[in-house]
């Protein structure tokens, strides 16, 4: 059974800091990992899709990286903003390939 | 640029009542799926449907839910006795693929569920 955790459950950061959370999963055997970003009382946005096959992923200041053989994958974020405050989810199939496993989430405040 | 729309953003019903959630999912996707967030904890699994049936379902999805694509456009989640414990946020996704790695999954903006 996956079972997904996100250290730090939060972080508090100046702006202009670089970042990285971590996730990591129990079931090695995944088809990919999924970063999400929640704002308050909002729906999930989709930050990033890592497949198995790569080791990471880039998109703008977000870099995600994954290890499948050590369970863990990182969201490096560069040169945080005070509008990168929100959650962040991380989440990869169980069993099957269509249902997702949530981690808590990280919830990173950034100050001006 | 497509997105996922859930209606209504937000729902109070009486404990015992019947609700339908609705969504409308990215246009050109074929896999559709329910999650629910209690406050306070993870998201949740719920279901996923696929060429009008359900593919995988959760042990929370019991027999008071049920799914529907009633027509090309949207997808429903029926609670049929709502219970306290129902209270939650619950977002629609899609996804265009479904193979291994490939299939992102899109999520809504969520319906908040109050039971009362």
């Known amino acids: 059974k996956q079972e997904v955790t996100q250290i730090p459950a939060a972080l508090s950061v100046p702006e202009g800091e670089n970042l990285v959370l971590n996730c990591s999963f129990t079931d090695s055997a995944i088809y990919n990992l999924q970063w999400f970003r929640q704002d308050p009382g909002k729906g999930l946005t989709s930050l990033l899709l890592?497949?198995?096959?790569?080791r990471e992923q880039t998109s703008g200041r977000l870099n995600a990286s994954l290890d499948k053989s050590s369970g863990r994958s990182t969201l490096y974020i560069a040169a945080s903003q005070p509008g990168d405050s929100a959650t962040y989810l991380c989440a990869c199939p169980s069993g099957g390939y269509n249902k997702l496993i949530f981690g808590a989430g990280t919830r990173l405040a950034v100050h001006p | 640029e497509p997105e996922v729309t859930q209606t209504p953003s937000h729902q109070v019903t009486q404990m015992g009542q019947e609700v339908i959630l609705r969504c409308v999912p990215i246009s050109n996707h074929l896999y559709f799926y329910w999650y629910r967030q209690i406050l306070g904890q993870k998201v949740e699994f719920l279901v996923s449907f696929y060429n009008n049936e359900i593919s995988e379902k959760s042990e929370i999805f019991d027999d008071q839910f049920s799914v529907e694509r009633p027509d090309g456009s949207n997808f429903t989640l029926k609670i049929r006795s709502t219970k306290l414990e129902d209270s939650a946020m619950y977002f629609c996704?899609?996804?265009?693929?479904?193979?291994?790695?490939?299939?992102?999954?899109?999520f809504g903006p969520g319906t908040r569920l109050t039971v009362l």
């Open positions: 890592i497949q198995s096959s790569q």
């Open positions: 996704a899609s996804s265009k693929e479904g193979t291994p790695g490939y299939n992102e999954q899109f």
